[in-house]
Nanobody, 113 residues
Framework: VRLVESGGGLVQPGGSLRLSCAHS????????MNWYRQAPGKEREWVAD????????GYADSVKGRFTIYRDNAKSTVYLQMNSLKVEDTAVYYC???????WGQGTQVIVDS
């Protein structure tokens, strides 16, 4: 299984970015997917997840109301739409197959004026 994140970059506070994570293996529609992030000098933290079936979503309190996780099973891709970005959202963002050690290489998000 290979996970490839993309979509990071430099954005001003209040701006938006959409991250993508492409899954290369089979059975994507049966996988619960996570987004995590790791800021410089900090532990990796969970950001959001999305279930299979009804697509229930969960969010960390720090991003609730600003970030949206969604998936396109036909494209085997999970997305993270990030709005109203704050400086404290600066981190490397990773996607993950829940319950596994399958991680992508990460994509850097920098929020700075």
């Amino acid at each position: 299984v290979r996970l490839v994140e993309s979509g990071g970059g430099l954005v001003q506070p209040g701006g938006s970015l959409r991250l993508s994570c492409a899954h290369s293996g089979l059975g994507f529609s049966s996988l619960v997917m996570n987004w995590y992030r790791q800021a410089p000098g900090k532990e990796r933290e969970w950001v959001a997840d999305i279930s299979i079936g009804d697509g229930r979503r969960g969010y960390a309190d720090s991003v609730k109301g600003r970030f949206t996780i969604y998936r396109d099973n036909a494209k085997s891709t999970v997305y993270l739409q990030m709005n109203s970005l704050k400086v404290e959202d600066t981190a490397v963002y990773y996607c993950n197959v829940a319950g596994t050690k399958s991680w992508g290489q990460g994509t850097q998000v920098i929020v700075d004026s």
